[in-house]
């Protein structure tokens, strides 16, 4: 069975920076994306940031060239990154991963638990 753990989430003022991390564990085989998702009180899970094996990123238009997104391959974690922070931002963000495990699977959807980031003053 794999498991995501996210962490860095927390409370920030305005204009604040908090990094996420997510580390995947379990008997993987190869991860072919890693990503984050937002959902805030009353709306849909929509994508923050996402980063495919071949190295292609995409970011939501609301998040572009404030958060940035990375992820080390060895530790099978993915970090965000966020920059001046919004209250907009308040949400819970969480971790996914799409993944093949050991024995060799078909492409497999995983989801962290989740974690709280609030931008408040």
């Known amino acids: 069975q794999v498991q995501l753990v996210e962490s860095g989430g927390g409370l920030v003022q305005p204009g604040g920076s908090l990094r996420l991390s997510c580390a995947a564990s379990?008997?993987?085989?190869?991860?072919?994306?890693m990503g984050w998702y937002r959902q805030a009180p009353g709306k849909q899970r929509e994508l923050v940031a996402i980063i495919i094996s071949g190295g292609d990123i995409n970011y939501a238009d609301s998040v572009k060239d404030r958060f940035t997104i990375s992820r080390d391959n060895a530790k099978n974690t993915v970090y965000l990154q966020m920059n001046s922070l919004k209250p907009e931002d308040t949400a819970v963000y969480f971790c996914?991963?799409?993944?093949?495990?050991?024995?060799?699977?078909?492409?497999?959807?995983?989801w962290g638990q989740g974690t709280q980031v609030t931008v408040s003053s």
């Open positions: 996914n991963a799409h993944l093949k495990e050991l024995p060799i699977t078909a492409l497999r959807n995983y």
């Open positions: 379990g008997r993987i085989f190869s991860i072919n994306a």
